[in-house]
């Protein structure tokens, strides 16, 4: 059977706007056979939608088998689709096909969040939408973006192949499983900081120190941060965000920001529990990950090698790809009313 035409909708609107089977042809590229039928079967339904009964018949996708696997997700959304497929004797197209077009499921990856209550959506749709608005006004591109993560010498699982069926992200978070390690390997945590067109040298907190506000301010905002920021913005203004973390949202830290920031967004019109929204989160952290973390380290010494030298490598071009994205996930939460998107 031939497929449908992709072009049927502007093959029709060309059509009520009077132009000839020929003009619509060239317009498009397509055939006109197919101008010619898209517009006699138009007037003959009088609407573009599929006939009853179009498309092959179904062979796997049954009523039965759809149950089936519906209840074989509940028991284990964890179970992949491969397994499952090879379970109950049927392709694994025909598995795919079932998971998503009935059950209206999609494979997400297995990741690490807090869990957000509807308190918490609330709080974090209404900051969602004031970061927004802020925006347009093309804030994010003088905005300077912070984070600390902890880095390991130990290989990273693979979590593209660890993953879990749900019909959204909110229930692959609730459907969330422990990854347990073997091991405590050694780790550091490291300090980012990224903006539009530039980068803050990575900052390494040595093992034993606790960051606390005054280890925060005094060793890394005053010594790292801002005379880098200086240097990079001159006389321009910037933002400084940071996330939720006690040591950023104390009384010292907070007024420090005040004092020698030329703006910064306060503790209280950052979303809290939102990695979602930062792109050292929802990007930059995970390009270093892959890179530095998909092979074992001998020390601590090799792992900051590692980090350093990907971090230099991270072009302004992916920096300004990253950060015009910053809108885009603002929109999906104020679409999700606050709730996960990743």
């Known amino acids: 059977m031939t497929a449908a035409s992709p072009h049927r909708t502007l093959i029709v609107d060309?059509?009520?706007?009077?132009?000839?089977?020929?003009?619509?042809?060239?317009?498009?590229?397509?055939?006109?056979?197919?101008?010619?039928?898209?517009?006699?079967?138009?007037?003959?339904?009088?609407?573009?939608?599929?006939?009853?009964?179009?498309?092959r018949p179904r062979t796997v996708r049954t009523p039965a088998k759809i149950k089936a696997v519906r209840e074989k997700v509940k028991r284990n959304a964890h179970r992949s689709m491969k397994k499952m497929s090879d379970d109950m004797d049927i392709s694994y197209t025909s598995m795919r096909r079932?998971?998503?077009?009935?059950?209206?499921?999609?494979?997400?990856?297995?990741?690490?969040?807090?869990?957000?209550?509807?308190?918490?959506?609330?709080?974090?749709?209404i900051k969602a939408k004031r970061l927004l608005a802020g925006t347009h006004k093309k804030d994010h591109l003088i905005t300077i973006f912070s984070d600390e993560k902890l880095f390991s010498v130990e290989a990273e699982f693979n979590s593209q192949n660890y993953r879990v069926l749900a019909t959204n992200i909110q229930q692959a978070a609730d459907r969330g499983k422990t990854?347990?390690?073997?091991?405590?390997?050694?780790?550091?945590?490291?300090?980012?900081?990224?903006?539009?067109?530039?980068?803050?040298?990575?900052?390494?907190?040595?093992?034993?120190?606790?960051?606390?506000?005054?280890?925060?301010?005094?060793?890394?905002?005053?010594?790292?941060?801002?005379?880098?920021?200086?240097?990079?913005?001159?006389q321009k203004k910037y933002i400084f965000q940071q996330d939720g973390a006690p040591?950023?949202?104390?009384?010292?830290?907070?007024?420090?920001?005040?004092?020698?920031?030329?703006?910064?967004?306060?503790?209280?019109?950052?979303?809290?529990?939102?990695?979602?929204?930062?792109?050292?989160?929802?990007?930059?952290?995970?390009?270093l990950q892959n890179k530095v973390c998909a092979r074992p380290h001998a020390n601590i010494e090799a792992l900051k090698k590692s980090l350093t030298e990907e971090w230099d490598k991270l072009s302004v071009q992916y920096l300004r790809a990253t950060i015009d994205a910053f809108p885009r996930q603002l929109r999906a939460v104020v679409a999700a009313k606050g709730g996960r998107i990743e």
């Open 179 to 234: 990854i347990h390690r073997a091991s405590h390997p050694a780790s550091i945590m490291v300090f980012g900081a990224v903006c539009y067109d530039g980068k803050c040298p990575l900052v390494f907190v040595e093992k034993g120190v606790q960051i606390n506000q005054k280890y925060y301010v005094e060793e890394i905002l005053e010594k790292h941060v801002l005379p880098w920021a200086q240097k990079h913005f001159g």
């Open 247 to 287: 040591a950023h949202t104390a009384k010292m830290a907070q007024k420090w920001c005040k004092d020698h920031f030329p703006a910064f967004i306060p503790k209280d019109e950052w979303p809290a529990s939102s990695p979602d929204l930062n792109p050292l989160d929802y990007s930059v952290w995970g390009v």
């Open 14 to 55: 060309f059509y009520k706007r009077g132009l000839s089977t020929g003009d619509i042809s060239k317009r498009l590229g397509v055939h006109r056979n197919t101008v010619f039928a898209t517009i006699r079967r138009f007037n003959q339904l009088g609407h573009l939608k599929d006939r009853t009964g179009r498309g």
């Open 98 to 125: 079932i998971v998503r077009k009935e059950l209206k499921m999609t494979s997400y990856r297995a990741t690490k969040a807090a869990i957000l209550s509807q308190a918490n959506k609330e709080k974090r749709l």
